[in-house]
């Protein structure tokens, strides 16, 4: 069979080479890495303002209801992840975690000061 520009047929066959390469890939071990690549690349998102938060000393543009309850969404998604088993949640959610603590702890700090 040969693929013509124009004729539609590009999609189905760029499916079917796209099936035939990937076939015989583990499913599993599929899904776990891009598990943990989205859990590294959210994880990874705090990073700048916990950088922010130190190098200003400030913290007052954050507000305190969402770190409250995104910390306590982490924490619901960390057991969740310990329930299943399942390693990227679990990474995800810890690594989320021990970023958002020292958010919070500076939050808590630099209020103190105002």
């Not at 916990?50 to 969402?66: C, F, I, Y």
């Not at 995800?92 to 103190?112: D, S």
Request: with cysteine.
């Amino acid at each position: 069979m040969r693929d013509a520009g124009i004729d539609g047929r590009i999609a189905p066959s760029l499916l079917r080479l796209c099936y035939s390469r990937f076939v015989h890939l583990d499913t599993s071990k599929v899904v776990t890495t891009v598990g943990l690549v989205a859990g590294t690349l959210t994880t990874l998102s705090f990073v700048p303002q916990l950088l922010r938060t130190w190098r200003l000393r400030r913290a007052h543009d954050m507000s305190g209801l969402w770190l409250a309850t995104f910390m306590s969404g982490v924490t619901l998604w960390l057991i969740y992840g310990l329930l299943l088993p399942s390693m990227p949640v679990i990474v995800a959610n810890v690594a989320t975690l021990a970023l958002m603590a020292p958010i919070v702890a500076l939050k808590i700090a630099y209020r103190e000061r105002r």
